[in-house]
């Protein structure tokens, strides 16, 4: 099914032993290779940001990885702004931030949400499709309540394995989640920064990144082989994919609010409502009658059979004789091209507000998505402008936004490359919050993202094992990207400066 194809990138996983820790980067140089020093830019600049006028520094640096013979295996890059203007003895929390893919650089959560200057997408079902692209001040981001570190893991971005390196000390999850643990330690180490509040921030398969990388941070002789001993202060996860088991019924039942939220921003039912009332009652129907009714499969009358059919049409706009062609079970790629198709239209998988015309030959589940199809071009090109005229981080080099063949098609699911992997990660991140009680999580979903989807979210933290009373669950209108639109980033933004200013008293 198509869901498995979008996952395949978004979420793709292995359990493998790094052989890697992170070296401190510090001074200039040109290329990255065995003998040459990491390279680094610095630019200093002021904003309005959470509405007063802050001083920044903005810093890309390279760190190098070195495995345990001492070579260099890997180049990785991470870009920090840091206030300038804040008293000397202030303790400023420090927020991690990625990306996920695998295979993803950070520029989506950058421009989009995190940093300091962002690309104008206010009308996020309309966007600009060919340049130039318009670049804004971003007063969302939360750079005046917290530093914030954007980390690009090898194979994205700038960052890169080098030839001493083996693609499997990387792309793989344990693998991965040991580089960018190692790699926070060393920034922490180098910015002397041991005593802030620490915040990570992963988006997609970030959030698996951000399980593993909490549950890793401690340490341990079965985890590091050291006692490590960093702890953090809250994770926040958007788009969460941390159950990647999308077998059985489970998935129509957790889907339907966001189909139901789909059909009603489009006018497709025939009754009033507002996306997220419509979500609501279709949580109701999906928990209740049409879980029943999955389960007794087989076993429901004919009768039965075309009642519940009704029932979808009305909470989702698809014919229920579509509905009953499909045994009740409408999967969100097949809702994408139905629900619309009567006016020769699909809408994306990433963001249902976005729509093209239906298509008539050929698909690439990227590409070819209305919503990641239109709005990546603005995002590479406004990125790539940004970093080279504004930062000054000229690398004679490509900035790759995801690395689909390298990355994604070389990721070890655990049963060798591109062999999916059911597996659940939320238990990971019960066990970070079992070892430090203060740990909290925040959870934003978008109410139109088709791929990880509000209903799934609920369903997977319910069924984790993980203290519900320190998880706070948030939805936007707006898709995998929960930040694309004004009403849905400021309703973000505002939640994460509320996340972060919450502090465990001395």
Known sequence: MVMKTMFRFLMSVMWL???????????????????????????????????????????????????????????????????TDRPKDEIRPILFVFNGGPGSSSMWLHLGLVGPRRIDFDDPAKPHTAPPFPMIDNPDSPLDVADVVLIDPPGTGFSTVLPDGKL?????????????????????????????????????????????????????????????????????????????NLSGDRHFVTSLPTLAATACYFGRLITPCTPSGQANVAQRF????????????????????????????????????VIEAHDLRIDNDEFAKLLLASQGKEVGMFDARFTLPSKVSGHDPVADDPAMGQYAPGFVAAFNHYLR????????????????????????????????????????????????SALRVMVGSGLYDLVTTVGDADYTFAHAGIP???????????????YLGQEARRRLAADIRAFVAVQPRP
Not at 20 to 43: I, L, M, N, Y
Not at 75 to 80: K, N, P
Not at 468 to 482: C, E, F, K, T
């Open 389 to 436: 005229n504004e930062l000054g981080a000229r690398i004679d080099a490509p900035y790759r936004a995801i690395s689909f063949k390298e990355v994604e098609g070389q990721w070890d699911y655990g049963d060798g490359p591109g062999v999916p992997l059911n597996r659940n990660f939320a238990p990971d991140l019960a066990i970070a919050m079992r070892r430090n």
């Open 286 to 321: 999906a928990a209740g009658t049409y879980l029943n009714v999955l389960y007794r499969g087989a076993r429901l009358e004919p009768a039965q059979h075309a009642q519940v059919a009704d029932q979808l049409s009305a909470l989702i706009g698809i014919p229920a004789d």
């Open 468 to 482: 519900l009373d320190r998880v706070s669950l948030h939805q936007y209108p707006s898709g995998h990207m929960a």
């Open 168 to 244: 499997n000390q990387f792309y793989a999850s344990k693998a991965d989640a040991m580089a960018t643990a190692n790699v926070i330690k060393d920034w922490i180490d180098h910015h002397d920064r041991w005593n802030a509040p620490k915040y990570l921030l992963g988006e997609s398969y970030g959030t698996i990144r951000a399980a593993l990388v909490a549950r890793l941070l401690a340490g341990g002789p079965t985890e590091t082989g050291d006692l490590d001993g960093v702890t953090l202060n809250g994770v926040i996860l958007l788009g969460q994919a941390l159950d990647l």
């Open 17 to 83: 032993m790094p052989l890697c820790q992170v070296d401190a980067a510090s001074t200039a140089g040109e290329k990255a290779h065995s003998d040459s020093a990491p390279r680094q830019f610095v630019s200093n600049h002021q904003a309005t940001i959470g509405g007063q006028v802050i001083h920044y520094r903005a810093t890309v640096a390279e760190q190098f990885v070195v495995d345990a013979a001492g070579k260099r295996v890997a180049s990785v890059f991470t870009t920090s702004y840091e206030r």
